[in-house]
């Protein structure tokens, strides 16, 4: 590994890991997650993902990246040169995800922006869909809503000023900075909103157990997606990012800080999103079922209404809370882009800031498009074919190929040289058997669903998706390798 690709220190890795685990799904999506699952009695489902899913697969990435410290594709060929097809597959998926995150990030920038004024108005649902987000009409899909093209540029060029950057001087710099700014601000936010009328209403409603619901098998399947998305499991960063670690790094211990700092994070986060809520309940006489909602329709239009009879203090919030989630966005979109990039980088033995510059035109071009009247429309139906269909069955497909053709005892020094907690025996059945049959089975129900509900335009949507990712893959492993 070149000393360009290495981090100065664990330190730079586990806030890069961080960074590339909290990101906008933790701000916006657990909190309605854990109260459309049960409330309080949620907590348990989740735990038992973290302690079977979470953080014995995690370990099994950090345990690949350290023991082979190339890339995916170079790791997947060396184990087999059939997979290598596999490991493209998984980073060009990624890489899409790269792709909408940063359409996403755009439209936080405009409401960063229009948080100084408060220019989206009095009808926040209108403003996000006439400037922002578009709607689902597809007669739209023919102009370019221009905020959201200007900023998806604008996001383009700061990610690839990062990432061109050798790891440590780019990622693990911003990482050091924009991690610690993040938890800052949301703690103050988190600690105001405790604070508020209303907060109890809030905390109550999220928290109130519905222990029925136990019972319920959707309920576990809910609490293993949150993991997968909410820890980016599967998706070649952790390995990637593994692969830069120094010498003598405590891999595992390194898994529970990051784990445990995402847990937290997510859920202090949906106290102060709930106590807001709860706030804007009492103050305006909304019944809290009317305000539940996750995802753009919370962060960018409930909120924003909320702001808005907020008085003085909304314009002090309004700021941080954009503000916050463009920290946390632009360390997880460095996270999505890392495994392409030094994939890419790897086969065709092109310079990083070459890389880097190739894979930022291309993105932002695609991203570009996906800024039309109908963006969160395009937006919401790849995120779901990509996470829920694409990356779900790689990660178990990773599970079989690490566990069975190259054998996880193989990983074992590395894991447990220098790392207080050890793994074994139990580790391995879980990795072997407990998961590739869950996220099989996680995949298959995902499936079916989506045969029975899915639109004609949004099956379209989908193929081309698969079809740009598979014959790309093909290209790229057929490709001529820089070392041959």
């Not at 990610?159 to 993040?182: E, M, Q």
């Not at 178990?396 to 590395?414: E, H, N, S, V």
Request: proline content about 4%; aromatic content about 14%.
């Amino acid at each position: 590994m070149s000393q360009q690709n290495q981090w100065d220190s664990s330190a730079a890795f586990i806030f890069a890991m961080i960074g590339a685990a909290v990101g906008l799904g933790n701000i916006w999506r657990f909190s309605y997650v854990l109260y459309s699952n049960g409330g309080g009695s949620f907590f348990i489902p989740y735990l038992i993902a973290i302690l079977i899913m979470g953080i014995p697969f995690l370990i099994l990435e950090y345990g690949v990246g350290f023991t082979f410290r190339e890339s995916f594709s170079s790791i997947m060929k060396k184990i087999d040169p059939k997979f290598e097809i596999i490991a493209w597959i998984l980073v060009l998926l990624v890489f899409v995800v790269t792709i909408y995150y940063m359409v996403i990030l755009s439209w936080d920038l405009v409401y960063l922006a229009s948080s100084f004024t408060f220019s989206w108005g009095v009808d926040t649902a209108q403003y996000f869909v006439s400037t922002v987000g578009g709607s689902s009409n597809l007669s739209n899909a023919s102009f370019l809503l221009i905020p959201t093209a200007v900023g998806v540029i604008i996001m383009w060029i700061a990610l690839w000023f990062i990432a061109h950057r050798n790891v440590d001087k780019g990622i693990g710099r911003v990482s050091k900075i924009l991690i610690p700014a993040l938890f800052v601000i949301m703690g103050f936010i988190i600690i105001y909103a405790l604070t508020l009328p209303g907060a109890g209403i809030g905390v109550n409603t999220l928290l109130t157990p519905d222990w029925s619901k136990l019972a319920d098998v959707n309920i576990w399947l809910a609490a293993f997606a949150q993991i997968i998305f909410s820890l980016s499991m599967g998706q070649a960063i952790a390995t990637t990012y593994a692969s830069y670690l120094p010498e003598n790094s405590k891999l595992i211990n390194n898994v529970f800080i990051v784990v445990a700092s995402n847990s937290l994070f997510e859920i202090c986060t949906a106290f102060g999103v709930f106590s807001i809520l709860g706030y804007m309940s009492l103050t305006n006489g909304t019944p809290m079922v009317q305000l539940i909602t996750e995802g753009t329709g919370l962060i960018f239009i409930v909120f924003p209404m909320i702001f808005n009879i907020m008085g003085p203090i909304g314009r002090i919030l309004a700021p941080l809370l954009f503000l916050a989630i463009l920290f946390a966005g632009i360390t997880s979109a460095l996270g999505f882009l890392e495994p392409i990039l030094s994939t890419t980088s790897d086969k065709l033995g092109w310079s990083r800031k070459k890389t880097a510059t190739v894979l930022s035109i291309v993105g932002c071009v695609i991203s570009l498009i996906l800024t039309s009247g109908i963006s969160s429309y395009l937006v919401g139906i790849i995120d779901t074919f990509v996470n829920e269909y694409g990356i779900l069955v790689l990660i178990a497909i990773q599970c079989i190929i690490f566990a069975w053709f190259y054998g996880l005892d193989k990983f074992l020094p590395a894991l447990n040289g220098l790392s207080i907690i050890n793994v074994g025996r139990t580790w391995k059945l879980v990795i072997k058997y407990v998961l590739p049959c869950f996220l099989i089975l996680m995949w298959a129900n995902g499936l079916v669903k989506m045969l029975k509900t899915a639109q004609p335009f949004e099956i379209i949507v989908d193929i081309i998706i698969l079809v740009a990712v598979a014959v790309s893959a093909i290209v790229l492993t057929r490709a001529k390798p820089a070392n041959e």
